[in-house]
Structures are given as C-alpha cells and as structure tokens.
C-alpha cells in the first residue's frame, strides 16, 4: 500500500510504502515517460515525472 501524507506546512508530500509498491510506481512512471515521443506538448509533465522517479530512486 503507497501512504501519501501531507508535509508540516504543507509544501510537499511524503510518500511510502514497501519496496516492492515502491518498485511497482517507479515502473509505472518509466511506463509513462516512455511515451513521450509519441505525445508532443507534454515536456513539463514529463519533467515533473523525472523528478519523481529520481526521488523514488534515491530515497527508495
């Protein structure tokens, strides 16, 4: 189960869960990002999805 919980002041977002949900999500966004190519004009949303991956990955 992915728990999505608003930070102190309310600026961001905590997510967890255990790694294999964690895992599951960071693939979803590979998924996502991958077609990009495919759809123009999204280059913001696929910027803000880079970052969530990294994120994921790094703290994951």
Known sequence: M???NVTEYMTG???SGDF???NS???AISN???YEDK???YECVQLMLSSLKYDLLRHG
Request: no cysteine.
């Open 32 to 34: 996502l990002i991958s």
């Open 39 to 41: 759809f123009g004009g």
């Open 20 to 22: 294999n949900v964690l």
């Open 13 to 15: 977002v905590t997510i």
């Open 2 to 4: 992915i728990r999505v």
């Open 25 to 27: 999500l960071y693939n």
